[in-house]
């Protein structure tokens, strides 16, 4: 597509539910990017998927949050039981083949956990 | 570890004068330095990078920075600020050798009219 979709737009859900958030990155983006803005916070890298590499994780806060991506394109975040504090924007970007790219953002998945 | 340290949380300007938003970054080898734009309730856009090369870049919307290796600042400027240019702006570093960027924690800019 023309730009990074995320879906769906705004998601309220009850606390200890499971939730999924979806990204359809740009066509033929090789890198994409999960990315976490609580309210007065700056951006927090979650995880990244670089073409058929294994992703790094390292940003992921718990057990809880997993991704997957597949076939080099979609990707999911799952968070199971649901606690507060995850409550947030999360944003998906992904960028092209070359080192000095930038990333392209989605406009986000506000979750409210209640 | 690389970080980012955006020491405004706020910046307020009137229309027509000159704004500046101060970054400055932390990083081993030669960075990589960006900076994103967000508006209410939208993802963040992309303004301007500096890769290599000249130390003055320009961006969209008018917006410049200037990459100053000693200070390790990339700070963003415009000469002549709208009231459109509220927003909340992010400067982001990651090294040549990284993929992943890090971001500040933002600056929320108001132009006043």
């Known amino acids: 597509g023309a730009g990074v979709s995320q879906s769906p737009s705004n998601k309220v859900t009850e606390k200890g539910k499971d939730v999924e958030l979806r990204c359809d990155p740009i066509s033929g ?16 890298f979650l995880i990244y998927f670089q ?27 799952t968070i199971q039981r649901t ?8 944003l998906c970007a992904s960028t092209g083949e070359g080192a000095n790219y930038g990333y392209t ?6 979750l409210t956990v209640v | 570890a690389q970080s980012v340290a ?26 990589y330095l960006f900076w994103y734009v967000q508006y209410p309730n ?3 856009q992309f303004l301007l990078k500096y890769i290599t090369g000249d130390n003055l870049v320009k ?25 459109s240019d509220s ?12 993929r992943q960027l890090t971001f500040g924690s933002g600056t929320q800019l108001t132009v006043l009219p």
């Open chain 1, 29 to 44: 983006h090789t890198a994409l990017y999960w990315y976490r803005q609580s309210l007065g916070q700056g951006l927090e």
């Open chain 1, 51 to 77: 073409g058929n590499s294994a992703p790094d994780k390292s940003g992921l806060p718990s057990d809880r949050f997993s991704a997957e991506r597949t076939g080099g394109s979609v990707s999911t975040l």
């Open chain 1, 83 to 90: 606690q507060q504090e995850d409550s947030a924007v999360y």
């Open chain 1, 105 to 110: 953002f989605g406009s986000g998945t506000r």
């Open chain 2, 6 to 31: 955006q020491p405004e949380d706020q910046v307020n300007v009137a229309e027509g004068n000159p704004l500046t938003v101060k970054c400055t970054y932390s990083v081993s080898g030669n960075p």
């Open chain 2, 42 to 44: 939208r993802g963040l």
């Open chain 2, 59 to 83: 961006g969209s919307y008018g917006f410049e920075a200037e990459f100053n290796k000693s200070q390790t600042s990339f700070h963003l400027k415009k000469p002549s600020a709208l009231v």
């Open chain 2, 87 to 98: 927003a909340l702006y992010f400067c982001a570093v990651r090294p040549g050798s990284a």
